[in-house]
């Protein structure tokens, strides 16, 4: 990511970078921890990463080892909250690096999380897709029918952030159309009595040039 000079604490100030080919996690990691660096010390503009990355496990602060069931994919550990997540291809990851400090009087994480997830379900809105918050559940979810009109809830987007020095990094992930069966080898988040779904499944088209549109469209200040 570029570097650019950033004083002022505005949403026209973050830049946007779009990766075109999946990024290693561990490459991902390094970029964010090096331009986290540079955010506090005024020498880089906040930052807003959206990517993809290669098939992939990571387990947050909350990972339960009995929560690994069967990886079929490398397990990186890693320092942003949550339990064990799935990425891969299909999957928009958004990497969110915002100085909080200069954006709220008085810095609140759950503030900031209640942020993205309204990001989230902006974004969602614009391809008729109803988000929703969960008490006690992290992520977005939707209620899914099924042919017999039996109704479920399923989740389409997880949130696992970062915080240092008022730093925000790691982010979000929104499930386009990634296999599905890939989260099969964890129990993501934590959560047994609910699923997984994604557009695809939902049976909604739309191409990730659109939701990265999206994304870039309902990113508001706060």
């Known amino acids: 990511m570029s570097k650019k000079d950033a004083d002022t604490p505005d949403i026209a100030n973050i830049e946007w970078t779009i990766s075109p080919k999946p990024i290693e996690y561990e490459d991902a990691l390094a970029v964010m921890e090096s331009t986290v660096a540079d955010i506090r010390e005024g020498t880089s503009p906040e930052q807003v990463w959206l990517l993809e990355h290669p098939p992939l496990y990571t387990a947050g602060t909350s990972a339960k080892p009995a929560d690994l069931r069967n990886p079929q994919f490398p397990v990186f550990e890693t320092g942003r909250g949550g339990q064990y997540t ?43 897709i109803k988000g929703e918050r969960r008490e006690g559940r992290v992520g977005i979810w939707v209620v899914k ?36 069966s890939h989260f099969e080898g964890v129990v993501p988040c934590g959560i047994v009595a609910h699923g997984v779904t994604s557009f695809e499944d939902l049976g909604v088209e739309a191409s990730m040039e659109e939701l990265d549109k999206a994304l870039m469209d309902n990113f508001k200040d706060f």
């Open 86 to 128: 799935y990425h891969g291809p299909g999957q928009r990851v958004g990497y969110v690096l915002l100085n909080l400090k200069k954006r709220q009087t008085e810095p609140d994480i759950k503030k900031y999380i209640k942020h993205l997830e309204q990001w989230i379900i902006d974004s969602l809105e614009v391809f008729g």
């Open 145 to 180: 029918t099924d042919d017999n009109g039996k109704k479920s809830e399923a989740k389409i987007a997880a949130i696992g952030v970062r915080i240092r020095h008022w730093v925000t990094y790691h982010g979000i992930s929104i499930n386009l159309n990634p296999d599905l």
